[in-house]
Nanobody, 127 residues
């Protein structure tokens, strides 16, 4: 059974940093594009970042460019999200997912392109 486990969230002060991890079990995702999404309280889930299967291409929402960095270690079947210069508005549950098809990336900002979602990890930023 496929399972994605997010970790690394927590409570931090504004300006701090976190590194989120997404470890996959039950299936090898080394040739699948991956992404991170967030969902703030009372709002719909929205795109944060995406990465190609090899890690050679990355994409970011305008709101996080320059502060967030997505990466992956295919040998560990794991995707990461480094978050720097945290702002209170970054507070949300962060979810990782892999796209439905391998190698070629669909629209990276469209959550309908993704499958095998994790349960999420909470990030809370205090002012």
């Amino acid at each position: 059974q496929v399972q994605l486990v997010e970790s690394g969230g927590g409570l931090v002060q504004a300006g701090g940093s976190l590194r989120l991890s997404c470890a996959a079990f039950g299936r090898t995702f080394s040739n699948y594009p991956a992404g991170w999404f967030l969902q703030a309280p009372g709002k719909e889930r929205e795109f944060v970042a995406a990465i190609s299967w090899s890690g050679g291409s990355t994409y970011y929402a305008d709101s996080v460019k320059g502060r967030f960095s997505i990466s992956r270690d295919n040998a560990k079947n794991t995707v990461y999200l480094q978050i720097n210069s945290l702002k209170p508005e970054d507070t949300a549950v962060y979810y990782c997912a892999f796209q439905k098809r391998p190698v070629d990336m669909g629209n990276y900002y469209d959550e309908k392109q993704y499958d095998n979602w994790g349960q999420g990890t909470q990030v809370t930023v205090s002012s």
